[in-house]
Each structure stands twice: as structure tokens, then as C-alpha cells.
């Protein structure tokens, strides 16, 4: 897999692809300083991976993975771990502090060549997210962190999403066809306009007289699911 490092610091780079030369399965094709410079290479080089420290000179990384047209897999390196809430909110894959342990970095390692392996066995630039892992949410000054599995539902609420799990449901900026992209339809069924369900969640599933079915989440939830959609599920489930 294509390696970029980005840092300010040339002792850190040079420390940084040290360290990853004991993974030869990832090639190290390019350097960056600042965010800027980081913006263009990224874009020219189209890198799988990037190794981004935070304090930087120039422009902000947050915004600068905002603005990327294709974002690569990003690994947060730094030496400041308040800025760790923001990196998962940024769908960083992973977070290592600096100075950098061999151990901590080999298990981020880890995580960057078994998504990549995601990614060419799916042939999808994106790939869904997993449900052991955990995902960061937001909803004005409350932070979670939350398993993907622990998710019951996601409930559009006009351009915003309402996320159902134990007893929270925070509404979040962002809206369902976005979220829709990140989890496995396999598991997180379409079932309407506004509603996406965990199908581990169901409890039961009843006809409804318009054709369609309704389902019964755990937490006393009722999903309608439109005709259409009904006939994808049972096409999905035996009923």
C-alpha cells in the first residue's frame, strides 16, 4: 500500500519511516510539511494511506481532509492527545502518540492493510465499517464513542440523522443517505425514506394492510417499511 507522511518536523519523518520500514508492504512515496503541501501531494500521488501529525504550519489538517475530492486512510501521529475526540470525528482509522511506541504503531499497521485487503476484495473505495468497531459521535457538547453493532436504528429528521443506542439518541449533522454509504446493507436494512434498522435488533416482523411490513426493534421501535422495500426484505429473510 502507497504511504504518505506528513510533518512538520524532518527528525520526525525520518523517525517515522524508520519505524515503518519493518512493514514491507507498505511503500513510503512521498514527504509532506505542512498541510498544504499535503493537500497537493495527496491529490497528484493519490496515496491508501497517510501518516498526518496535527500541529502543523499552514492549514488546518481537519479542513484539509474535508477538502480532499478522495480521502486515503488517515493515521493521526502527535504528540497531543486533546486533539484525540477530533480525530475520530474525522473518521481517522487510528491515533498514535508520540513519542511513537513500535508496538502501538505495528497495530495501526494492523488496521491499515486489513482495510485494505476490505478494499480490494470489495473493489469499494469505502468500505463498511465493521461491527466491532467503534465510531464517534457528536451531538452538541455530549461525546460517545459507540460500537457499530450497539446501533438500533438511524431516523432521518430532514437533512439531519437521529442515531438510536441503549437509551441515547443524539441527532447528528449529518444526513441518512450519507450515513447510508457507511454500513453494511447486509446488516442495516433501507427500510424506508427515513428509516435504517440493524436487523440484529428486530425482534419481529408483522404485515401491514398497504403491503408493506412493519418492523419491531428492541426498545419498543416500530419501523414501517413501504411496499417496495418490503419485497427486498423478503427477499433478504425468510419470513
Known amino acids: 500500500m502507497k504511504a504518505l507522511i506528513v510533518d512538520d518536523e524532518r527528525l520526525a519523518r525520518n523517525e517515522l519511516k524508520r519505524l515503518l520500514s519493518d512493514f514491507p508492504a507498505l511503500e513510503i512515496i512521498g514527504e ?22 496535527i500541529q502543523m504550519p499552514g492549514k488546518d489538517v481537519f479542513q484539509l481532509l474535508e477538502d480532499l475530492s ?3 486512510l ?8 486533546e486533539y484525540a475526540l477530533k480525530a475520530f470525528e474525522a473518521n481517522a482509522l487510528d491515533y498514535v502518540l508520540k513519542p511513537i511506541d513500535p508496538a502501538r504503531l505495528s497495530a495501526a499497521v494492523k488496521k491499515i492493510l486489513e482495510r485494505g485487503q476490505e478494499r480490494q476484495r470489495t473493489g469499494r473505495e469505502t468500505v463498511y465499517l465493521r461491527e466491532d468497531e467503534q465510531v464517534f459521535v457528536k451531538d452538541g457538547e455530549r461525546c460517545w464513542f459507540v460500537r457499530v453493532k450497539d446501533i438500533r436504528l438511524l431516523e432521518s429528521e430532514g437533512n439531519y440523522t437521529r442515531l438510536y443506542f441503549d437509551h441515547h439518541k443524539p ?14 446493507p447486509q446488516i442495516f436494512f433501507r427500510a424506508g425514506r427515513r428509516h435504517i434498522v440493524n436487523l440484529n435488533w428486530v425482534e419481529r416482523v408483522e404485515p401491514t394492510v398497504n403491503g408493506g411490513l412493519a418492523l419491531f426493534v428492541r426498545g419498543a421501535l416500530e419501523v414501517p417499511v413501504s411496499r417496495r422495500q418490503a419485497q427486498v426484505f423478503k427477499e433478504m429473510k425468510i419470513l
Do not use: C, H
Not at 491508501?48 to 501529525?53: A, T, Y
Not at 488517515?74 to 492527545?81: L, P
Not at 441527532?171 to 453494511?184: A, G, H, I, V
Open 32 to 53: 509532506a510539511r505542512n498541510g498544504d503541501e499535503a493537500q497537493e501531494m495527496i491529490e497528484a500521488l493519490r496515496p491508501e494511506v497517510v501518516f498526518l501529525d
Open 70 to 72: 478522495a480521502a486515503p
Open 74 to 81: 488517515v493515521v493521526f501521529t502527535t504528540a497531543y492527545d
Open 171 to 184: 441527532l447528528l449533522l449529518r444526513s441518512l443517505s450519507y450515513l447510508e454509504e457507511r454500513f453494511d
